[in-house]
């Protein structure tokens, strides 16, 4: 027995490192996993559909409000004192070109400059139970990567037993006890690369589960960053319903003084009672408004419903925040829900790779070493010594079609995911123009929304200096108070509009980007 296992044990181990060595400079059966990039297009400008002349007004607006000039056409100039007497602000969000940003994180809300929300999204990822689903995923697949990798290793085992047998041997009958004890081994040589495309489809599909996790991460924030805004709104528009609630008795007590006076009539009091009604139900509406809009964003931060803090205003929001003028297109490809749908795609290919191994030769190296008694009674002396050294091969000749089929299941499985990932870029190159589009027009829409608003409280001071000194009629101060509080609250929801844009860029562009002012 020692002459036989000094000759089978070298040539064994012989035989699998040439194997070995084959193997592991062969290639990888099936079709690769490398992906082709896209050719990403820069989202052309979209405000192609304005005219010249009305991009020109646009344009006038923009300057005179960051200028104190006077925008060009048909407007009538105003003296000194009137500007002096603007309550607007005259500073609007700067165009800035993007570059690429590979950090990741919530980089992007600096370009809020809002500490209140920064801490409020802090909270939502600390407590939000989405993302602690979306953390349990990725650890499931970094497990199952880690079995699909094992296949590359032997396979190491430790089998006892004690049994009684009874063997015949023609007429003879041999009845022994036996008690066993063995070190196993099992290895499939990958000699065609089969476990390596297994243990690639389980690498990629971790990485697309980790990318999954950062776009729950993602429209977290978003959700929290919109939430917030419109909380924010809901603070202007209670503050604009109050003042304007305020203005309006000060305008009914000048009337009801000039009514006393004999110098207006009672129809003159009643409209202005009237007119005084609607300012108060809006109070009251946006009071409501809030507190469940207060509600919605504690659900989203894991708290029980109550008061959310606050941090700036839309206003000084609008004015901090640095506004995106041109995206390059690569932007696009580090959105996670295009590298998860490349991660898919790249699975799928590689288990057309496992299918297409299943059906060659595969080629296994096992063996075992241990001892046999009797009894327990000297179990692990040399007289009981066993050992197998075994080299195999299996060759698939017939299974009814079930191996070929697998085969065209996993073709047809990457060809769907392709499409898949074809059907991501497109509908993410959508999404970031659409974006893109908001952020650019809606700047347009503030700048005229905020010169509306101008010219209004203008308007009414106008209409009521008028109307103490009886040159004018109520009719004039309705129309100027009620003109006002309607541009108001639009510029209030034209301002969180815009803030809302910038968010929706970030999440069209993956989260984060790299401002760098124009020069």
């Not at 939502?124 to 990725?138: D, I, K, M, T």
């Not at 978003?222 to 909380?231: C, E, K, P, R, W």
């Not at 409501?288 to 894991?302: P, T």
């Not at 608003?453 to 109307?467: D, F, G, H, M, S």
């Amino acid at each position: 027995m020692p002459a036989i296992r000094k000759f089978i044990m070298p040539a064994t181990f012989a035989l699998t490192a040439a194997v070995l060595g084959t193997t592991v400079t062969a290639c990888a059966v099936g079709p690769s996993t490398r992906v082709e990039p896209p050719v990403y297009p820069v989202p052309a400008r979209t405000d192609s559909a304005i005219s010249p002349a009305a991009r020109s007004f646009l344009d006038s607006l923009a300057r005179a409000r960051t200028s104190g000039a006077e925008p060009s056409g048909n407007v009538i100039t105003r003296p000194d004192s009137v500007r002096r007497a603007d309550t607007t602000t005259r500073t609007l969000p700067r165009p800035v070109p993007l570059s690429i940003d590979t950090t990741r994180g919530r980089a992007w809300l600096d370009v809020l400059h809002d500490s209140t929300l920064v801490a409020l999204v802090d909270s939502a990822v600390a407590n939000n139970r989405n993302l602690r689903v979306a953390e349990a995923r990725v650890r499931e697949f970094r497990a199952l990567y880690g079995e699909a990798r094992s296949g590359l290793f032997p396979q190491l085992s430790v089998t006892g037993s004690a049994s009684k047998n009874k063997a015949a041997f023609g007429p003879t009958v041999v009845k022994f006890d036996a008690v066993r004890l063995t070190g196993d081994l099992s290895w499939e040589l990958d000699f065609w690369g089969r476990l390596r495309r297994q243990k690639q489809a389980g690498e990629f599909d971790l990485q697309a589960t980790q990318e999954d996790a950062r776009a729950t991460a993602i429209t977290l924030v978003s959700d929290v960053a919109t939430a917030y805004l419109q909380l924010r709104e809901l603070d202007a528009d209670l503050r604009i319903a109050q003042q304007t609630l305020a203005s309006r008795q000060q305008t009914l007590t000048l009337a009801r003084r000039r009514f006393a006076q004999g110098l207006i009539s009672e129809l003159d009091v009643r409209q202005f009672e009237a007119d005084l009604a609607d300012p108060a139900a809006r109070v009251a509406e946006f009071a409501r408004d809030r507190v469940q809009q207060e509600n919605a964003l504690a659900l989203l931060l894991g708290r029980p419903p109550g008061h959310v803090p606050r941090g700036k205003s839309l206003e000084e929001a609008v004015q901090a925040v640095s506004v995106p003028d041109t995206i390059p297109g690569a932007l696009i490809a580090r959105r996670p829900d295009v590298m998860s749908a490349e991660r898919q795609l790249q699975a799928a290919t590689a288990r057309v790779g496992v299918a297409i191994g299943d059906r060659l030769p595969a080629i296994t190296v096992g063996g075992s070493y241990g001892t046999q008694r009797p009894d327990f009674t000297g179990l692990f002396n040399r007289s009981g010594e066993l050992y197998t050294a075994q080299l195999g091969i299996s060759i698939p000749i017939f299974t009814g079609g079930r191996l070929a089929n697998a085969e065209r299941a996993a073709r047809a499985v990457a060809d769907e995911a392709r499409g898949q990932y074809q059907q991501t870029i497109l509908n993410a190159l959508r999404e970031a123009s659409d974006a893109l589009a908001s952020v650019r027009l809606d700047r347009d829409q503030l700048v005229a929304q905020a010169t509306q608003t101008q010219a209004l409280q203008r308007a009414l001071a106008l209409a009521q200096e008028r109307y103490g000194s009886g040159v004018s009629s109520y009719l004039d101060v309705l129309d100027a108070q009620r003109g006002l509080f309607t541009a108001q609250l639009a510029l209030v929801q034209t301002q969180r509009q815009y803030l809302v844009s910038t968010v929706d860029l970030y999440r069209a562009l993956g989260g984060g980007w790299n401002v760098t002012p124009m020069r």
